[in-house]
Every structure is written in structure tokens, then in C-alpha cells.
């Protein structure tokens, strides 16, 4: 089992910065991809981001494309997200999850309870 704990949501203006930070305890993150979903109020969660187990396959979805960046830190057990020029449509609650390389929400056997973002115009 892994469980999965996120932080550094909050209330940012537009064209501001965020850190996510998604820390594992349990089974070694390094086992899974982990990726970052998010779902904003009325909509499906969608997909964000993901990176492999050894970082050697990243992929972002579209609308974050260049502006977020996913990374890992093994030793650390950590994920983090670092979301740059945020859009008020970005504001969702985000979720980390660990699982199964991909852009699907069911490959993803483990799931955090999620952190809020809040992007003002």
C-alpha cells in the first residue's frame, strides 16, 4: 500500500506560481509513475501530468503544456508539480495518484485526498 499526501495549494493571482508537492509514505513511490489529476467544480478530473518511475517519460496535457513542470525525487519519496503563469481556469482541486504509466484516471491504483487551487483574475 501507498499513501499519498499532498500540499502547497492556496489562493494565487492569475500569471502566479505554484508549488505542488506530493509526498508518499508506505511502499517506495519509486515503483510507479505517478501523475497528477485534477477536477474543477462540475467537470470530470482530468489529467494533468505524469512521469515514470525513473523520470525517463514525462507527459503533460495540453492545456499545461510549458507551463507546468512534473518532477521526482526517489530518495525523497516526493513528486512535486511546479505550476507557472496559472489561469483562473486552472483553479480545480488537484490530486496525485501512483499507478500505471498514462494519461487514464484507472490505471492509477493510489490516489491522495487532494490539495485546493485557486487561480483570481
Known amino acids: 500500500q501507498v499513501q499519498l499526501a499532498e500540499s502547497g495549494g492556496g489562493l494565487v493571482q492569475a500569471e502566479g506560481s505554484l508549488k505542488l508537492s506530493c509526498a508518499a509514505s508506505?511502499?517506495?513511490?519509486?515503483?510507479?509513475?505517478t501523475g497528477w489529476f485534477r477536477q474543477a467544480p462540475g467537470k470530470e478530473r482530468e489529467f494533468v501530468a505524469v512521469?515514470?518511475?525513473?523520470?525517463?517519460?514525462?507527459s503533460y496535457a495540453d492545456s499545461v503544456k510549458g507551463r507546468f513542470t512534473i518532477s521526482r525525487d526517489n530518495a525523497r519519496n516526493t513528486v512535486t508539480l511546479q505550476m507557472n503563469s496559472l489561469k483562473p481556469e486552472d483553479t480545480a482541486v488537484y490530486y496525485c495518484?501512483?499507478?500505471?504509466?498514462?494519461?487514464?484516471?484507472?490505471?492509477?491504483?493510489?490516489w491522495g485526498q487532494g490539495t485546493q487551487v485557486t487561480v483570481s483574475s
Open positions: 508506505g511502499r517506495t513511490l519509486s515503483s510507479y509513475a
Open positions: 512521469i515514470s518511475w525513473n523520470s525517463g517519460s514525462i
Open positions: 495518484a501512483a499507478g500505471r504509466y498514462g494519461t487514464w484516471s484507472y490505471g492509477y491504483n493510489y
